[in-house]
């Protein structure tokens, strides 16, 4: 009985030592009487008990490193306080065992390095702009580094960039600057559109104006020409009427009685006025004898038969 007991202890330890199951995703590094063996891969796998051995185990997984915050000083001689996060992958699970003793730390102090040799480089207002290519930079110089340690560095990302408390207040003013100078200016052109929409305006109504008043001046002398034609007009039919009405017969007699009618009306006229001298004729014939010479002149204007 006791003998089976104890079979059945070695047989439970030996299952254990020589059958390994891998997760996805991780890689397993054997080692045969202290040298590398193989890597085994996600799955079911079997080692020899006593003989060999998981020595090291590995996530495949991308894996997010933080760095650890540190003072970095620009070009113009500016302290930074910069933090970042590192993101890796293990390609090569036996040089990730054997490169390196620790390569987490590795890259964590070479991260560090790295960025602190990029930012020299930079003036402080660059280290804000260039962002990207900092980032860049870090993962090229870590990833060289990185080969023999069987690890691929993805991607670098900057979390913070602070500068001292004195130049913070120094970008504060010269924003603040900046934005006041942006005002000024912006209130400045709304001033210089108003003056030139302001004359530009009055320019417009002036010419419109003036053009209102040419228009008029136009439509008014044409008015008048028309009234002085029209005047004429009428003026040369009425006398051609008149000398029409002449050659009828009884028109010298229905002439010389109008001429002798109004030759009264204006005695009679010249009379109304009191303060009007009148010297009336001392011969009566002589009215006569003017409308007479009225008559004659008729005649002479009278187209000869």
């Known amino acids: 009985m006791e003998i089976l007991i104890i079979a059945a202890i070695v047989a439970a330890i030996f299952i254990k030592l020589s059958v390994k199951v891998v997760p996805q995703q991780n890689a397993w590094v054997v080692e045969r009487l202290g040298k590398y063996s193989r890597t085994l891969a996600p799955g079911l796998s079997f080692l020899i008990p006593f003989i060999e051995r998981v020595a090291y185990k590995h996530s ?68 804000f702009e260039e962002r990207d290519m900092i980032n860049a930079q870090v993962v090229q110089a870590i990833d060289e580094a990185a080969l023999n340690w069987g690890v691929k560095v993805l991607r670098y990302e900057i979390k913070d960039l602070t500068p001292p408390a004195e130049i913070l207040r120094a970008m504060q003013a010269q924003i603040t600057a900046e934005r006041e100078k942006r005002a000024l200016i912006a209130a400045s052109e709304g001033r210089r559109q108003e003056q030139i929409n302001i004359a530009t305006g009055e320019r417009e109504a002036y010419i419109a104006r003036s053009e209102g008043e040419k228009q008029s001046i136009i439509n008014k002398a ?32 229905a002439v010389q009685l109008k001429v002798a009618e109004k030759a009264v009306e204006a005695y009679s006229q010249v009379a109304a006025d009191a303060q009007t001298t009148l010297i009336v004729p001392s011969n009566m014939a002589e009215v006569s004898t003017l409308i007479g010479s009225a008559m004659k002149m008729v005649q002479a204007s009278k187209p000869s038969a």
């Open 60 to 127: 495949l997984k991308e894996i997010p490193l933080d760095v650890p915050s540190q003072v970095c000083i620009t070009r113009d001689n500016t302290q930074l306080q910069v933090d970042g996060i590192l993101y890796f992958q293990v390609t090569d699970p036996m040089r990730a065992s054997y490169g390196s003793s620790n390569y987490v730390m590795a890259i964590t102090q070479l991260a560090q390095t790295s960025l602190r040799s990029v930012i020299g480089k930079l003036e402080l207002d660059k280290t």
């Open 222 to 253: 044409q008015g008048e020409a028309g009234s002085i034609t029209a005047v004429a007009i009428a003026t040369a039919e009425a006398i051609e009427r008149v000398a029409a009405a002449i050659r009828q017969p009884g028109g010298e007699q």
